[in-house]
């Protein structure tokens, strides 16, 4: 699991007049859907968007960005763009040692419904440093854009109050009070290993596997056979399913 402590906050940025506040951090600044988000060959190509930051614990987006990257089970091949976003793009380091680097600040992107953010365990989430993406989160979630956290970011959305009236899961119950004396959403908390409530997605730092699995039936990147044989070949270990897995590739 991933320990997190408690930093001050800083005012949120005030909502442009010309739009709501939700949809004005969803456009970012320029109000316009970029080029480089379009893909006109593949009408429904979406963007999903992994933010970055130091002491990101590598193993809880394993199967995500392995699978996502790769595209080798997925239902369409280029049917969504992973991106590395952060706060800067500065290099961040890892638990695990790995350097990545941002490739798009959070604050020039302009998402769109259908696109998805994941936000990654980390011990310095509670550090000041990532309020912009937190805060956001919530109208994300209303404009249809996916909001998946895990293990140390959750107790940070919570610290921001985006838990308290959202079904939700984290590390544990009484550790995400203790982490974040503000948090009023016990009456919304589940004891499961992931948590789905609509576009928002919550699981503890013990489950990337589930977490994973979530995410990916969420998005409906791959085809139902396919993410059954997928989850049980590494939920049970046994091959036997890899056999499985392979058929629902190759269909009849």
């Not at 998402?111 to 980390?122: C, H, N, R, S």
């Not at 309020?131 to 989160?137: E, F, G, I, T």
């Not at 899961?169 to 589940?190: H, K, M, Q, V, W």
């Not at 085809?223 to 046994?238: F, G, M, N």
């Amino acid at each position: 699991m991933c320990e997190s402590d408690r930093a001050s906050r800083t005012s949120p940025r005030q909502p442009s007049t010309h739009r709501s506040a939700h949809s004005a951090n969803l456009l970012g600044h320029s109000g316009r859907v970029p080029l480089y988000s379009l893909n006109l060959m593949n009408p429904n190509h979406r963007n999903v968007y992994l933010y970055v930051l130091d002491s990101l614990a590598d193993w809880e987006i394993g199967f995500i960005t392995a699978e996502l990257r790769s595209g080798r089970y997925l239902k369409n091949e280029g049917a969504l763009t992973l991106t590395l976003i952060g706060a800067t793009l500065d290099p961040v380091t890892t638990m695990g040692g790995i350097s990545l680097t941002p490739e798009r600040r959070v604050g020039e992107i302009d998402f769109e419904k259908g696109d998805a953010v994941i936000l990654p365990g980390a011990d310095t989430w509670m550090d000041g440093s990532h309020l912009d993406v937190l805060r956001l989160a919530p109208d994300l979630t209303r404009a249809g854009v996916t909001v998946a956290a895990i293990c140390g970011a959750t107790v940070a959305l919570a610290g921001t109050g985006a838990l308290d009236t959202r079904r939700h899961t984290s590390n544990d119950r009484g550790f995400l009070a203790l982490a974040c004396p503000e948090y009023s959403g016990d009456a919304f908390y589940e004891e499961a290993p992931v948590v789905v409530d609509g576009q928002l997605i919550t699981a503890t730092g013990l489950a990337p596997l589930e977490f994973a699995h979530a995410l990916f039936r969420h998005l409906e990147v791959m085809h139902p056979a396919v993410l059954a044989a997928w989850y049980r070949l590494y939920e049970t270990q046994d091959g036997r399913h890899f056999q499985t897995l392979m058929a629902a590739l190759t269909p009849d």
